[in-house]
Antibody, heavy 118, light 108 residues
Framework: EVQLVESGGGLVQPGGSLRLSCAAS????????MNWVRQAPGKGLEWVSY????????YYADSVKGRFTISRDNAKNSLYLQMNSLRAEDTAVYYC???????????WGQGTMVTVSS | QSALTQPASVSGSPGQSITISCTGT?????????VSWYQQHPGKAPKLMIY???KRPSGVSNRFSGSKSGNTASLTISGLQAEDEADYYC????????FGGGTKLTVL
């Protein structure tokens, strides 16, 4: 079964850090571009970051640039999001999503909740 | 990059057809045929319904169709069913990726 499973969410204080993981299974992870997309409580979807299949090309939304770092380990079939200098407005469910290459997120994880609060 | 503009809500009766619009600019929707649509039920992850403006992934009902004219993309759902009640989001390439604000579909 093709599957993405996120982990690593939780409660963190403003200014703190958190590392999210996304474990892929059921497909050739190294062949696919990957993204992180978040959704604040009661709000819409917001694209966060993109990484190419090899990891050589990376993009970020302006709202997280300089604070978040996306990475992947194709040997471990895993995607990561290192989040530093967290703010209250980063509170959201974070989803990892597979992209076959034409801005079409065809497989999504179940999401992991990140809450930034003192 | 500003979010794409969608109506906050639409509604229709079972069996009817509805259309959800997604308005962008010449820098996103108008420039690329890389528009996708997602369905999201409460508490669930989004599901891809349409990609590259009008293509349907395997397993998605042919009651769902997509189109584009100028800077506006549209999702049409024909033969509305109760299970179609959900939030719908459009998405476009724009140098980066931008989503619409979402539309809540109510099946009356």
């Amino acid at each position: 079964e093709v599957q993405l499973v996120e982990s690593g969410g939780g409660l963190v204080q403003p200014g703190g850090s958190l590392r999210l993981s996304c474990a892929a299974s059921g497909f050739t992870f190294s062949s696919y571009e990957m993204n992180w997309v978040r959704q604040a409580p009661g709000k819409g979807l917001e694209w966060v970051s993109y990484i190419s299949s090899s990891g050589s090309t990376i993009y970020y939304a302006d709202s997280v640039k300089g604070r978040f770092t996306i990475s992947r380990d194709n040997a471990k079939n895993s995607l990561y999001l290192q989040m530093n200098s967290l703010r209250a407005e980063d509170t959201a469910v974070y989803y990892c999503a597979r992209d076959p290459g034409f801005i079409a997120f065809d497989i999504w994880g179940q999401g992991t909740m990140v809450t930034v609060s003192s | 990059q500003s979010a794409l503009t969608q109506p906050a809500s639409v509604s229709g009766s079972p069996g009817q057809s509805i259309t959800i619009s997604c308005t962008g600019t010449s820098s996103d929707v108008g420039s690329y045929n890389l528009v996708s649509w997602y369905q999201q039920h409460p508490g669930k992850a989004p599901k891809l319904m349409i990609y590259e403006v009008s293509k349907r992934p395997s397993g998605v009902s042919n009651r769902f169709s997509g189109s584009k004219s100028g800077n506006t993309a549209s999702l049409t759902i024909s033969g509305l069913q109760a299970e179609d009640e959900a939030d719908y989001y459009c998405c476009s390439y724009a140098g980066s990726v931008v989503f619409g604000g979402g539309t809540k579909l109510t099946v009356l």
